[in-house]
């Protein structure tokens, strides 16, 4: 089958793009700017992705849609995009609808939002429920899924609670948190996705989609707490406005006051399944909300190889297209990117990167790697007393002092180290060596206040040894045979 996507850099774009690699279909991924796809996934279909530039908020619709297409899905909101967001929404749908209604295209697939009966509906919810109407319109078969909360690393609503318990030990909470929902895992979602594709039985037909749990906001915050053992309190309170719910949002997460304010619209419905059809036709095994949480830490965003197989990684098994596309968290972490020029050759910098540690040291202040080594010896971690393997080369599951080799990709210039000492969250370093410059990233994802405490403690050592380490692997360091200036 030739299929298409929009908005395919987005979240659920990127992650059914993951999912139809894996299968024979060609898909054309619809983007506005191709610069912004994930080429590390559009590589793993070799020659059987197609990406066209189209942006259906334009008026300008002269660009065509390929003609074969055998199935399509829409997945275009902007609700993040400010006030408005709505008549955006139609347009794009309108202008899509012009787009591919003369295609031979049989199926369109849109995730939307459970839409709650015998109540007025919210601008976000009555904007979903527009688009799908729209979307009929066009004689195409339709197959609408309605999803809410879905839960996965990355995405805004399961970000918000991740944001909400890491930061705030006692939670002062607007009403809306008593309000019952039913969360998704994202896997069961992409489940769902690619298994109503071309199904007879789902053309013409809307399902509501959701997990075996029904929670309210103040249930899955305290089970989000529970699974990173933390402690919190929460009080509701009627005191909260709309307006102060999308105010302390803002404030207090990662999302801006826009997308916060449609999101608190919504928040008082309860958005629970009113309907199971779709697990007789697509029947699968449902994850609770606490094991979509468990799944959602034990992967790296935006990526189906799990960050927690670090373990078993020295058998060596990962296939290259998995070791290509391993990613370090984006979301709700905190980081330090050094990004500097190459002033000796590329493979110099490389054979750097790939010797540090171990008996030879770091190539900025090697006493402090070796203090931060005691300290966790202190308080019962691994230290550095592991080194490395070999002197000079790297493999995935390597040790190297009190970090895991995740990525060891010479040929690309990649390297990726877990962090295995005690720590107050999950750390990751990384390097990618191009041809004209080195790019060092440090990443911290905290764990509550005391993770957060602790980065921000550190970060005069950071401002000193991050920069410093760029700059001496970037001029080759000295050759593993010449001693450590430092």
Not at 118 to 132: G, I, K, M, Y
Not at 391 to 415: C, I, N, S, Y
Not at 453 to 463: C, K, L
């Amino acid at each position: 089958m030739k299929i298409l996507i929009t908005g395919a850099n987005g979240y659920i774009g990127l992650r059914l793009l993951s999912e139809l690699s894996s299968t024979e279909h060609r898909v054309v991924a619809v983007v506005r700017n191709k610069q912004r796809l994930d080429q590390k996934t559009c590589a793993m279909f070799g020659d059987r992705l197609e990406i066209v530039e189209h942006d259906f908020l334009s008026d300008d619709q002269s660009s065509a849609c390929p003609d074969d297409i055998d199935a399509a899905y829409y997945l275009i909101h902007s609700m993040g995009s400010g006030k408005g967001f709505a008549e955006k929404e139609e347009r794009c749908a309108r202008h899509f609808i012009e787009w591919i209604k003369p295609t031979n295209c049989k199926q369109i697939i849109y995730l939307s939002g459970i839409i709650p009966k015998n109540d007025t509906l919210s601008v976000h919810l009555e904007s979903r429920q527009r688009v799908a109407d729209l979307l009929a319109e066009s004689q195409i078969p339709l197959t609408t899924l309605r999803a809410s909360i879905i839960v996965g690393s990355g995405s805004a609503s399961f970000e918000i609670i991740r944001d909400l318990v890491e930061k705030l030990p006692v939670m002062i909470t607007p009403q809306w948190t008593l309000t019952r929902c039913q969360p998704i895992a994202i896997r069961n979602v992409l489940a769902y996705l690619t298994g109503v594709l071309s199904h007879p039985e789902c053309l013409n037909r809307s399902f509501d989609i959701g997990g075996p749990d029904q929670l309210s906001y103040r249930d899955m915050m305290s089970q989000y707490a529970d699974a990173r053992g933390l402690f919190r309190i929460i009080i509701p309170t009627p005191f909260f406005t709309p307006r102060l719910s999308s105010y302390w949002l803002s404030l207090v997460t990662a999302t801006n006051y826009q997308l916060a304010k449609a999101l608190v619209g919504s928040l008082h419905m309860e958005t629970v399944c009113q309907e199971h059809a779709i697990q007789s036709i697509i029947p699968q095994d449902l994850l609770s909300y606490r094991e979509a949480i468990d799944l959602a830490f034990s992967r790296i965003a935006q990526n189906r190889v799990p960050s927690t197989w670090y373990g078993a990684m020295s058998t060596g098994k990962l296939r290259p297209e998995q070791i290509s596309n391993i990613q370090v968290p984006e979301y709700g972490v905190l980081s330090d990117s050094q990004t500097v020029r190459l002033t000796a050759d590329q493979a110099e910098v490389i054979a750097a990167v790939w010797s540090i540690g171990g008996r030879r040291g770091w190539p900025s202040m090697t006493w402090a790697w070796k203090l931060r080594g005691l300290l966790d010896k202190f308080v019962g971690g691994i230290g550095m007393r592991r080194g490395r393997r070999d002197t000079t080369e790297l493999k995935p599951g390597d040790a190297l002092d009190f970090w895991r080799v995740l990525v060891a990709d010479r040929q690309a210039g990649r390297l990726i180290l877990y962090a295995e000492m005690k720590l107050p969250g999950e750390a990751w370093l990384e390097f990618n060596i191009s041809k004209d410059e080195l790019k060092q990233t440090a990443t911290f994802r905290p764990l509550g206040l005391f993770g957060r405490v602790y980065w921000y403690a550190t970060a005069p050592f950071h401002f000193i040894l991050f920069p410093r380490m760029a700059r001496q692997l970037a001029n080759g360091w000295p050759s593993p045979h010449q001693p450590d200036p430092s």
